[in-house]
């Protein structure tokens, strides 16, 4: 008789592990990775950052059980993510209409609002960006919804194809739930300016839509609070609102799965009845979630001389991203007149839509260097020992 697994298809491959498989099986000492969603120092290393060191100490000098977290995480996590995420003056947390999970991660915080989602608004469809992070359409569509794309990068001009975004938000049936990236919007790099978030918040308030806003990069763009005014504003609104965020990059805590989601109600008492369903969510798919992640970024989150050596560390990591933007477009200039690179230091976060085409990410591969398809590139893997060799590259396969 056949087996219950015969007739299993192999899966695609995930476009980005794959390139990760190639760049591993590749034996030339000088291969580069810019396919990656990862920050890497200028060593090319992963760091692992002094505050997150230091924190990780004091929790060795006293140590504790690992009994149960409550289903919503710890709550020194869940307040100091909660007060970094809408600021610790804002009406939403005094009139108590905000609650926060902590989640296994962004990804984790984006799967419990898609299931949440999925039980209240079961009818309402979910619009992304084109292009967006690869995994929400899988995400939100392994959670039951049908996914669309509302258009968002304008390949001509590098930037945003913000007429095309604004009609499609006001074309999209009221209750519809509208993924938007709060910054550092991945892969493209490209954001919306002030001005075109608040046409943004006005059309999704009078359209009647439900912004998921997704913080994965928080820190990476202009500075904390900067990213993060987007979901201030929008809070200010009186609207529901989902906030998933990460602390994989911002803390450098990738494997460690730091990530919350947050949800606005209108009330107090609405804000309670959410969060005992959404802790049903939880309880249901893993039923709480891990201590020492939550410790660490509590920890660093609520003690002052920690926090200030977290906001040091997020800044460096800023600002070497922005070197090594505006170091490419320098060398480039150079290896590649006639060839304009300058929107490379409009755009934010690790990652740059280079305009580099398939066939031309073909050819680095050819030379070791490895980029999406799409021609995004981790801005992040970038250093000062690997970047005239990409930018001969470059130069070469133009
Ligand atoms: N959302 C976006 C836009 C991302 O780019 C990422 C990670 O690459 C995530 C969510 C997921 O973050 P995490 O690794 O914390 O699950």
């Not at 967006?132 to 590098?158: I, K, P």
């Not at 990069?217 to 005014?229: C, L, M, P």
């Not at 003690?303 to 560390?313: A, F």
Request: glycine residues 8%.
């Amino acid at each position: 008789s056949a087996s219950l697994f015969g007739a299993i298809d192999m899966a695609p491959r995930d476009p980005i592990l794959g390139i990760t498989e190639a760049f591993n099986a590749d034996t030339n000492p000088a291969k580069i990775n810019l396919g990656v969603g990862v920050y890497y120092d200028d060593n090319g290393k992963v760091p692992l950052l002094q505050c997150v060191r230091k924190a990780e100490a004091k929790l060795m000098e006293q140590p504790a059980p690992r009994t149960y977290l409550p289903i919503e995480g710890l709550a020194a996590y869940d307040k100091a993510v909660q007060e970094l995420v809408f600021g610790a003056d804002s009406a939403v947390i005094q009139e108590k209409r905000a609650i926060t999970v902590q989640a296994l991660g962004g990804t984790g915080a984006l799967k419990l609002g898609a299931d949440f989602l999925k039980r209240f608004a079961p009818g309402s469809e979910v619009y992304i960006s084109d292009p967006s992070w690869e995994n929400h359409r899988a995400l939100f569509e392994g959670a039951g919804f049908t996914v669309n794309n509302y258009a968002y990068y304008d390949a001509a001009t590098h930037g945003v194809n913000f007429e095309g975004m604004l009609a499609a938000l006001k074309a999209m049936p009221q209750g519809s739930i509208v993924v938007l990236h709060a910054c550092c919007h991945n892969p493209t790099g490209a954001d919306l300016s002030q001005d075109q978030w608040s046409q943004v918040i006005d059309a999704v308030v009078a359209g009647g839509l439900v912004p998921f806003l997704d913080m994965a990069y928080q820190g990476f763009g202009a500075g904390i609070a900067e990213d993060g005014a987007v979901v201030r504003r929008f809070a200010e609104k009186n609207i529901p609102l989902l906030v998933s965020n990460s602390f994989s990059k911002s803390f450098s805590l990738y494997g460690e799965r730091a990530g919350a989601l947050s949800i606005v109600a209108t009330s107090a008492e609405e804000a309670a009845r959410v969060l005992s369903q959404l802790k049903r969510v939880i309880r249901t798919n893993y039923s709480n979630p891990p201590t020492h992640t939550a410790k660490v970024v509590a920890m660093v989150l609520s003690t002052p001389e920690l926090r200030q050596l977290w906001e040091e560390e997020l800044a460096g990591m800023r600002v070497r991203i922005k070197e090594m933007r505006n170091l490419m477009v320098e060398k480039l200039k150079e290896k590649a007149p006639g060839h304009d690179f300058d929107f490379v230091r409009e755009q934010v976060g690790m990652f740059s839509y280079s305009g580099l085409t398939k066939e031309q990410v073909g050819k680095l591969r050819d030379e070791s260097i490895y980029a999406v398809d799409t021609g995004r590139i981790c801005v992040a893997a970038l250093n000062s020992t690997n970047l005239d060799r990409v930018v001969d590259a470059v130069a070469k396969v133009l």
